[in-house]
Structures are given as C-alpha cells and as structure tokens.
C-alpha cells in the first residue's frame, strides 16, 4: 500500500549549505541504503546499530563509483521521527551532492514522500496528534521567537492536552445523561438537568478563554498586516525605511515615486508585523501608476491595520479628504509627519480619532507609533500565559463546538429532554476531536499535510 511505502526527500533546503540531510522512512529504509552505502570499517549497513552515526560513501551500486562522503544514521522505529525505521543521510551540500544522493535512494528503491509526508506518518502512527503536526510546520515557519515559542509548546502537545481534557469532561457528562435516560425518574430527571446545565456552563467559559486567546494567537502566528497608505509625497516610502532602519524603498521629493507594492517583515516587540508600503492614492492618467493605485486601495481592504500618513508642512487637499472616505472605519493610525517642518495643516477640519505626530527623516515619534501598534492587538503583556490558539482551523472549531453546547446548554435549561442535550453534546466532542484530528476526514488530513514543505 502506497501508505506505507518507504519515502525519501531532502529535508534541508536546497542551495549552498555545509551539509544536506537526506530522509528516509518506511520498513525498507535500512535495506534501500544498504545497497548504496559503503561504510568505512567494513561492515554492512544492516548490521547498524540504531541511534549511531556511520562514515563512509554513498555509491552508485551499477559501477562502485564513489557519489558522495557521507555520515548516515539509523532510527529504529517506533522510536524515531515517523515512529517508523528512518535513516538520515548526512551529505555534502550544494545542489548537485545533494540530489546525486537522493537519486541514488531512488534508484535503490524508495519512492519521493509528499510534502509533509514524513510528519503526516507521524500522526497517522501515533506518535503526534494533528494540532502537534501542525505546530511542526508553524515551528518552521515563524518570523518571531514569540511565534516559535507558541509552536513549540503546541508541538510539545499542550493544547492536546487542554483540549483532550475537554473532551473527556463532556464523556462524563454524556455518561452522566445516560445514566438518568435509563433509569428515568422525575427527581433525579431535575436534579441531572441542573448538574448538566453547570458543568456545560463551567466548560463553556473555559472554551470562552480559549477562543479569546484567538485574535491574539493567530496575529503572533501569522504576523500583522499593515498598510501605509497616503496621498503621493507625504512621506509613506521614508517611513517604511524609518521602521525598517535602513534604506530599503526609494525616496525623491517626485510625487508619484513608489508605484509597485512593497512588503517588509518588521519584528514589533515579537508581534512580525508585515508592513506594505504604498503607491501614493491620487487620480492620475499615468497607466503604471494607476495600477499602483488601484493596488493601493486593495491594500486598504486587506489590512489589518491602515497607517494614514498627512504631510504636516501642507494644507489638506481634497485627496487626503478622499482617501480617509475610503479607509472608512477600518482600523488605522493617522500620521502626521515631515514634523520637522512648518506646521501648516490644519487639524481641526479633520473628522479623524489619535493622531501621533512624526518625522520620517530624523526618526521622531517612530518608537511611539510602534508601542501604539503593538497596544491597538494585544493588552497587556506580550507573554505566553495559558495556551493560546493560534490556528484559524482550531478556532473554528472550537467555535463550532461552544454553539453545540450552547445548543444542549438551552435546551436542558428550558426542561427540554436530555436526550436532545446529549445529541448536541456528542456533536460538540466531534469539533473539538478535529483540533486533534480524531474525528476529522481523511480528506482535510490530507489538505492540511499538503500545505507543508517536502521534506518536513
Ligand atoms: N537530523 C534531524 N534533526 C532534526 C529533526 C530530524 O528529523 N532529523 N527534527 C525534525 O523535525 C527535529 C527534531 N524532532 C524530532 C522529533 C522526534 C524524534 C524522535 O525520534 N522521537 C521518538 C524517539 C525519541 C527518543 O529517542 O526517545 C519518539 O518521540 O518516540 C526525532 C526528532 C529537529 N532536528
Ligand atoms: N522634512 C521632511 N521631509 C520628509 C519627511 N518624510 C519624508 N520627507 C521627504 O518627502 C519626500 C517624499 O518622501 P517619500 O517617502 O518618497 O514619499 P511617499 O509618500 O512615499 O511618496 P510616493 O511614493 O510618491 O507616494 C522626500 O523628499 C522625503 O525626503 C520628514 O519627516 N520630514
Ligand atoms: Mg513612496
């Protein structure tokens, strides 16, 4: 079965590197390499002690030619990575090592593993609950040490755990209304109804918790989206090079300068914060720059947070009044920069909330604007307290779960049967199962697995 099939990838990332690591996993793992790998004292690779590094050569068996030196290791499941017998190849890096090795792997007989295939065995063995496999990606693939922190612990099985907890409490709870369906009598019937109704309650507010770390956890993961967004000239492409402390998009005193997107990634306070600087908003005939434009005001709506920046040494024009029209009540922080200059705007015509001034030249009021962005997401200190849910998948789910109980919460307090309760509450122990994987379809298993790298 192609299940169980043993597969190979590179596991580091191609290019110049010192060493590559080459995976391999699956019942045929040692044989395949075996076949291939010439050791240095002599002895045969099948004969490898499991957990040890191993010198010599990987070969091409048809003409005994040297292919690469290598350092190879042997896991024996199921204490290894997959839970299944795996070998690393420590090869030389550099592209051409790399894959001469991992062709020879092939030609041994282990077929190419799928992107995140190697840690897919390692929920489909047991080893790692969904939520955990995930985290092995997000581990990879966090921009702050906050971000990896949060996978890590998630990878280490704490929301599992939480959520495994959760799950065993509504059993009970289920057990519990079973037992008053079968023996049923009036008293107890009442005296069951009202227990249910508080420990639904107590676990709601718990599930409540959860999902309020949410908004929290999913900026920590994915990072902030913010846009900078101003009439031409203000000062946008002198501010993202402010925040960025160095002198990454071009600057004149020529309105109409930044006409492409340009995304950075900035590191507020461990909150990455992905910040677009802008082509200035004006009606223009230009063809480049209206589609720089137009990509503008799509920015305004993907953001999460709009940066409006005003010249402060110009009168408002009829531009800035058109672009605050089409920031609407998105969340934003109005700028005033070129604060260095002569103040020469006038405030008070402005229909705006806080406005911080700043000078993009010289730097004043660039930390202020960051402490507010930092404050506008996240209150209080920018710690991991309690499990923080940081996936959009597990937050649905989790949502989905609170309605189910809500559902049989109602119905037992309005003296509707509890039978009706119980359906609800085996629905809510499904969605939670989804976070851990025990109760989703292979289909969106296999969804989330192919969004990783190969290799992972
Ligand atoms: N060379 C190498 N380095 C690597 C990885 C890898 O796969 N290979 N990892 C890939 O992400 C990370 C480490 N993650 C790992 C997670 C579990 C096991 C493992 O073998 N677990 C077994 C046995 C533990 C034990 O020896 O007691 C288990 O949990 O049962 C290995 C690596 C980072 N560094
Ligand atoms: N005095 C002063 N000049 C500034 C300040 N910020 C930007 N400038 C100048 O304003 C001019 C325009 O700056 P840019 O950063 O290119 O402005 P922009 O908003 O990106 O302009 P477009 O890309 O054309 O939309 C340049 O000459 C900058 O040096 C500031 O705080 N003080
Ligand atoms: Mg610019």
Redesign the pocket.
């Known amino acids: 079965m192609r299940e169980f099939e043993t597969i190979a990838a590179i596991?580091t990332s191609l290019g110049e590197s010192g060493v590559s690591?080459i995976?391999i996993s699956g019942e045929e793992a040692k044989a395949i390499v075996a076949r291939i790998f010439v050791q240095k004292n002599g002895r045969s690779f099948l004969e490898a002690k499991p957990?040890y590094m191993n010198y010599g050569h990987i070969i091409n068996p048809a003409t005994g030619e040297h292919v690469d030196e290598v350092l190879v290791?042997y896991?024996q499941g199921?204490?290894?990575?997959t839970?299944e017998d795996?070998v690393?190849i420590?090869c030389h890096g550099g592209r051409v090592a790399t894959e001469s090795v991992l062709n020879q792997v092939f030609l041994a007989g282990a077929r190419p593993a799928e992107p995140g295939e190697?840690?897919k065995r390692?929920f489909l063995n047991g080893?790692i609950d969904l939520s955990q496999a995930e985290a092995?990606i997000d581990i990879i693939q966090s921009k702050t040490e906050l971000a990896m922190k949060s996978a890590m612990e998630q990878s280490e099985g704490r929301l599992s755990r939480e959520i495994a907890d959760i799950r065993s409490r509504l059993l009970h709870v289920l057990a519990y209304i079973e037992v008053t369906v079968d023996f049923p009598e009036e008293d107890l019937e009442f005296t069951t109804g009202q227990e249910v109704s508080e420990k639904l309650g107590a676990l709601m507010d718990h599930v409540k918790s959860l999902l309020s770390s949410a908004e929290e956890g999913k900026i920590i993961r994915e990072g902030l989206n913010l846009a900078i967004i101003g009439k031409p000239n203000v000062g946008k492409s002198s501010l993202l090079n402010a925040l960025l402390m160095e002198n990454r998009a071009i600057v004149t005193d020529i309105p109409g300068t930044t006409r492409d997107i340009i995304e950075e990634y900035l590191n507020i306070e461990g909150i990455p914060v992905k910040i677009t600087d802008t082509a200035g908003i004006r009606e223009t005939q230009d063809v480049v720059e209206k589609i720089g434009v137009d990509r503008s005001k799509g920015k305004i709506q993907e953001a999460d947070l709009i940066v409006f920046v005003l010249d402060r040494s110009r009168p408002l024009e009829k531009e800035d009044y058109d672009i605050i029209e089409y920031i609407g009540n998105r969340k934003s922080i109005t700028l005033l920069n070129k604060t260095d200059l002569e103040d020469k705007l006038e405030l008070e015509k402005l229909p705006l909330g806080e406005v911080i001034a700043v000078s993009a030249l010289n730097g004043y009021g660039i930390g202020e604007l960051k402490k507010r962005i930092k404050d506008l997401f996240f209150h209080g200190s920018l710690e991991i307290r309690d499990v923080l849910v940081t996936n959009r998948r597990h937050k649905e789910a989790l949502m989905r779960a609170l309605e189910k109980m809500q559902d049989a919460k109602n119905a037992v307090d309005a003296g509707i049967s509890l039978d009706l309760a119980a359906i609800d509450i085996s629905a809510a122990w499904n969605y939670f199962g989804e976070i851990t994987g025990d109760t989703l379809s292979e289909d969106l298993v296999d969804k989330i697995f192919s969004d990783f790298c190969i290799g992972?």
């Open positions: 596991s690591i995976k957990w290791s896991f199921p204490k290894s990575f839970a795996v690393e420590n190697f840690t390692a080893r092995v992972k």
